[in-house]
């Protein structure tokens, strides 16, 4: 059998690409059957949006909800416990009550000076204590007979609580913001080395090998392999250690401070005003809140290359 010219086997196929471009065959073409309900569907996706920006703005306007939910189911308890006396309704004020009498407190300039202070106390702990975490983390991860040195006295001195070292540090540095800065930053500095720690040790190998294999100095593997694999394991550890952060605040505030959220919870429990008790509490969720909401907006604009998860696997 002979074999077929080039020329006769190229034809066909450069034939229905030129006939694909006609614009006469597309012309021809029959348009697209549209269903009933698309025309409705264009509509209400041009004014809401569509894709992942779209649910992300409606998601949005709904963040809010449970706070509104919760003070309103708050709201209706006291007020019926009010009327039944379940309890001694002192105990348990309403949120329109705490917001008067707050706003009382507010005007004597006590609680903005309790935010300020607080805020800078968590502010310098948690910074100081986050970044001799991450360095000592860099350290261990290079070092590993450093780590076997290490990793014994930290498995010891984890687990002990920031209440009680407060009383030392008191002893050791007097009643001053050094010792409030100082256990924050130890509340802060143990979840944080853990985390990074592990991140470091979680890298793939196959990765640093790769990088080797094109022509990486260890400096460079360093920068640009391990530690961006490590961010999330650091944020993490972050946002853990930022809830214990806030306790440890709130207990140097209760034992050596003359201003602060916690200072204004002693104080009420000395002169039993219940209402002042509930606005701290308050306030500490609040600030607790916004440095959360902090965090995250961080670890979106770091983490942005990653996705996962149910949401990113199905489109909806």
Known sequence: MSEMPIAAIEKPEAEPASAAESPALKLAAPAKRRKPGDAAKTAKAGRTGTGKAGKAMARSRWNGLPYVLFFVVWEAFSRLNEQLALFNPLFLPAPTTLLSDGWDLAKT???VDSLVSSSVRIALGFAFGAFFAVLLAVLLSKFQRLERWFA????LVSPIPALALLPLFII???IGEFPKVLLIAW???VPVLANTLDGFKSVPSTLIRSALSLGASERQ???RVMIPSAVPNLLIGAHISLGLSFSALIVAEMMG????LGYIIVDARNYFKITNMFVAIILIGIEYSLFSALLKLLERRVLAWRKGGMSDAIEK
């Open 109 to 111: 300039g006590v609680i």
């Open 152 to 155: 014994p006295v930290l498995t």
């Open 172 to 174: 050791w540095f007097g």
């Open 187 to 189: 509340t802060t500095f």
């Open 221 to 223: 593997v360093f920068a």
């Open 257 to 260: 401070a003359d201003s602060g």
